[in-house]
C-alpha cells in the first residue's frame, strides 16, 4: 500500500494551523458535548478526505462490522496520510484539557464508512472495560503517561464527517442523542448531522448515550477514542457505567 506523503500535516505537533473555525459549541443536553463547524481550513479538510478516500481505495483490510454494519478499520501511525492528525499528541492533548481527562490514558482512531441504506444502531454510552496494550511494533495505539494497570474505558470519543458531500435532512446517517438506552432509536433529544468538516465530541459516562442513524447517502466519518483507565474512571462515576455494561451488555461499539 501506498500513501501519499502528508503535505500539510508533516508531524502534528501544533493543530493551530489547521484548525479553521474557533468557535466551538458546548450543549448541556442530554449529557456534555461539542459541536463545531468548519474545523479544519480547507486545504487540510481536501487532505483528509483524499487521504481517507486512499485508504478505502488501496487497502484490502478494510472490514466489515456486522454489529455496526459499517466498513472500517484502525488508524495506524505512518500509514496513513494525514489522517495522522487523528492519532498525534496534540489532538490527545486537545481533547484531554477540554474534557478533563487525566494521564495515563491512550488514543486510537479508525475510519468508518456506513454504505446507503446501513441500518441504525442503538443508544449505547461507550462505556465497556478494554485491555489496551502498545507492543512492539504497533502502531494504531498510542499510549500517554505511564503504563495503564488493568483495563481501560473510552473517556472521549470524538467524530469528524468528512467526504460526503452536501447533506440535507432526510439523508439520515445523523448521530442522534438519547437520555436512555431504553428510548427509541427514533426519538432522540437531539441529532447532529454528518455535515462534512463537523465535528461531535463527548466524554464517556454512564449517560452519554448515542446512536448512527439510518441513511440514505453513503456516510464517512473518522472516529477517535481517548481512554483512561477503569481505576480513574471509577473514581468519577463510580461502577454504574461497568453494571449496566455487565447487566445490559448493549453498551459496547
Ligand atoms: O457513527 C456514529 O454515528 C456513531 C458511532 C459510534 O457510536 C461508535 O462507534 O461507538
Ligand atoms: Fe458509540
Not at 50 to 76: V, W
Not at 204 to 216: A, E, G, I, L, V
Amino acid at each position: 500500500m501506498t500513501m501519499p506523503e502528508p503535505r500539510t500535516l508533516q508531524a502534528v505537533n501544533d493543530l493551530q494551523p489547521l484548525l479553521q473555525a474557533r468557535r466551538w459549541r458546548w450543549r448541556a443536553t442530554p449529557f456534555p458535548h461539542i459541536v463545531a463547524e468548519n474545523v479544519f481550513v480547507p486545504d487540510v479538510q481536501e487532505e483528509l478526505a483524499r487521504d481517507f478516500r486512499t485508504l478505502y481505495d488501496q487497502r484490502t483490510t478494510a472490514g466489515y462490522n456486522t454489529q455496526h454494519d459499517f466498513l472500517g478499520t484502525s488508524l495506524i501511525s505512518t500509514q496513513c496520510g494525514s489522517l495522522e492528525v487523528f492519532i498525534s499528541p496534540a489532538w490527545y492533548a486537545l481533547f484531554t484539557r477540554l474534557f478533563g481527562i487525566n494521564e495515563p490514558g491512550f488514543l486510537t482512531a479508525g475510519v468508518h464508512r456506513h454504505r446507503p441504506g446501513s441500518r441504525n444502531g442503538f443508544p449505547h454510552n461507550d462505556i465497556f472495560p478494554e485491555r489496551l496494550d502498545v507492543g512492539p511494533g504497533r502502531g494504531d495505539v498510542l499510549r500517554f503517561g505511564g503504563p495503564v494497570a488493568g483495563k481501560s474505558v473510552r473517556a472521549v470519543a470524538i467524530l469528524y464527517y468528512l467526504n460526503n458531500g452536501p447533506w440535507a435532512p432526510g439523508d439520515g446517517g445523523e448521530t442522534s442523542l438519547y437520555w436512555d438506552w431504553k428510548d427509541g432509536v427514533d426519538t432522540p433529544v437531539d441529532s447532529v448531522p454528518p455535515r462534512d468538516n463537523t465535528l461531535f465530541a463527548f466524554s464517556c459516562n454512564p449517560h452519554s448515550y448515542h446512536s448512527f442513524r439510518t441513511n440514505r447517502k453513503r456516510r464517512d466519518s473518522v472516529i477517535s477514542f481517548v481512554y483512561r483507565g477503569v481505576d480513574d474512571y471509577v473514581q468519577l462515576w463510580g461502577d454504574e457505567g461497568l453494571r449496566q455494561y455487565a447487566e445490559y451488555g448493549r453498551h459496547h461499539a
